[in-house]
């Protein structure tokens, strides 16, 4: 055991962990509508009650809540091989359980509760992550920001769970993962590729509508913008897992049909395939 009122007890490492954020979508309008602080109050605990159990579930360690969200790491302290296995288990497992919270207080909110997960296995230095004055066990470096940043493009991208190639890489055949696109988000210097993960489960019909978007994806990052176009026009709208109405903005921007650029970080920007994020 190490004194919590000595920053210095905790031992400090570089290790390579995999990172979760997860943060619920549009409570803060939410909140206001209700204007009832304590079933604000109570529903966020509910909300966050769904998604410890997911993370201690699958043997994570929560690091932090925040707001209406929190984070989470894996294979620090302790090794775990499988980490990024279990960070995104658990993230299924949050989009599983979040319909039945959302159940249970519709006569109050009147509205479906969403959720955003972003998932990124990276390198850290795990020790004291918070100050003299108040110690914190957690991850510092630039895939903490990482991780972060791809929480947050899920809801420019529409996609409820989103993870990066290092952590895609290394899932088993429970999991069905699709490149998104190739994105450069505010902040960082280089392109990432973001991926939609998804239970290997999936329905034959969402599968085929992944294929065609896998294929306007490449027409559209090789130029071929009229070609990118059609193909996204014969997927089924109805297929909510799939962002083809994402992917058919950008599309339609570089094609000059919907979408006027009003300034470098606020509209996505097409260069060479790679995607920009907007800066909010």
């Not at 091989?81 to 207080?105: K, Y």
């Not at 599968?207 to 193909?231: C, H, I, K, N």
């Amino acid at each position: 055991m190490y004194d919590a009122s000595d920053p210095n007890a905790i031992h400090s490492e570089q290790r390579e962990v995999t990172l979760l954020f997860a943060d619920l979508r549009g409570f803060t309008e939410l909140a206001g509508s209700l204007q009832m602080d304590p079933l604000v109050c109570e529903l966020l605990a509910h909300v966050m009650d769904c998604l410890s159990e997911a993370v201690a579930h699958h043997d994570g360690l929560i690091v932090d809540y925040y707001g209406d969200g929190l984070m989470a790491m894996w294979n620090a302290p302790t090794n775990q091989p499988d980490h990024a296995e279990l960070a995104c288990r658990a993230g299924l497992q949050m989009l599983e359980s979040l319909p039945t919270v959302t159940d249970e207080w519709m006569n109050v909110i009147q509205t479906q509760l969403r959720l955003g997960i972003g998932v990124h296995t990276g390198s850290v230095q795990v020790g004291n992550a918070g100050s003299t004055r108040k110690v914190k066990y957690g991850p510092r470096g630039p895939s903490v920001n990482l991780a972060s940043r791809v929480e947050s493009a899920t809801k420019e991208l529409r996609v409820p769970f989103v993870a990066t190639r290092p952590t895609a890489d290394r899932l088993s055949k429970l999991f069905a993962t699709n490149r998104v696109c190739c994105a450069r988000m505010p902040g960082l210097q280089k392109p990432v590729d973001l991926y939609a993960v998804r239970s290997a489960n999936a329905d034959l019909h969402t599968s085929f509508a992944w294929r065609t978007y896998d294929e306007a994806l490449r027409q559209f990052e090789a130029g071929e913008l009229e070609v990118a176009a059609d193909t996204l026009a014969t997927i089924d709208q109805t297929v909510a897992e799939v962002p083809w109405r994402f992917l058919g903005e950008r599309v339609q921007c570089e094609l000059g049909h919907k979408l006027r650029r009003r300034s470098m970080d606020q509209l996505a920007a097409y260069a060479g395939g790679v995607i920009v994020l907007s800066a909010k």
